[in-house]
């Protein structure tokens, strides 16, 4: 796995989609190495022992190695390979590798209405932004899509209709695809039924 990120310009219309990717990448850690790695732009730059927030939603899923996520909502939570946790705006957090592991992991940054109302209704919550999902294939590969699409410079192209405006390898599809592969039924279990009646 590569070292690499890009944060992507967020254009007006992009806004109006709900969903939006604002940044995606790999992060590979060896054992021994210096974390967190250098180059992100504020305020996405943190220190392991302070932690910190940010503005955007971000999905971080671990192919290799273990480490720690500490939300606040939740403290300390060990992540082992298969794991993706969830960050959320504005909430404070940190997370690293252990050092005499490392980790390879992907990673993307989101916002938008769409899921501020998944949110609000109940079906993501900070209480519950660790999630086993194992080690299917399917999710490394379209991790390995989006961040090859943002290493190629490629962004979204809206068509006419709906149907076409997202192209297959499209940052939002990608996620969408992500988002479907995993096994909700931990969080369904945390669902009472009602809150999201309005959707």
Not at 67 to 94: L, N
Not at 96 to 121: I, K, T
Request: charged share 20%; net charge positive.
């Amino acid at each position: 796995m590569e070292h690499y990120f890009r944060y992507i310009p967020v254009r007006r219309r992009d806004v109006c989609w709900g969903l939006y990717v604002t940044a995606a990448g790999s992060t590979s850690i060896p054992p021994g190495a210096p974390y967190p790695p250098l180059g992100h732009p504020k305020p996405y730059r943190f220190s392991r022992t302070q932690g910190h927030t940010i503005p955007d939603y971000m999905a971080s899923y671990v192919v290799r190695g273990k480490g720690v996520f500490e939300p606040k909502a939740t403290g300390a939570r060990p992540i082992v390979p298969g794991t993706c946790f969830v960050v959320f705006p504005g909430q404070w957090h940190r997370y690293r590798p252990l050092r005499e592991v490392g980790w390879d992991s992907y990673w993307v940054s989101f916002r938008g209405e769409n899921m501020d109302r998944l949110v609000s209704h109940g079906f993501f919550s900070p209480d519950h932004a660790v999630l086993l999902v194992g080690s299917d294939k399917l999710i490394p590969t379209l991790f390995e899509r989006l961040v090859s699409r943002l290493n190629r410079q490629q962004t979204v192209l809206f068509g006419p209709t709906l149907d076409s405006a997202i192209s297959d390898d499209d940052p939002v599809r990608l996620f969408d695809e992500v988002l479907a592969g995993l096994d909700w039924s931990c969080c369904a279990a945390h669902y009472d039924g009602t809150r999201g009646a309005g959707l």
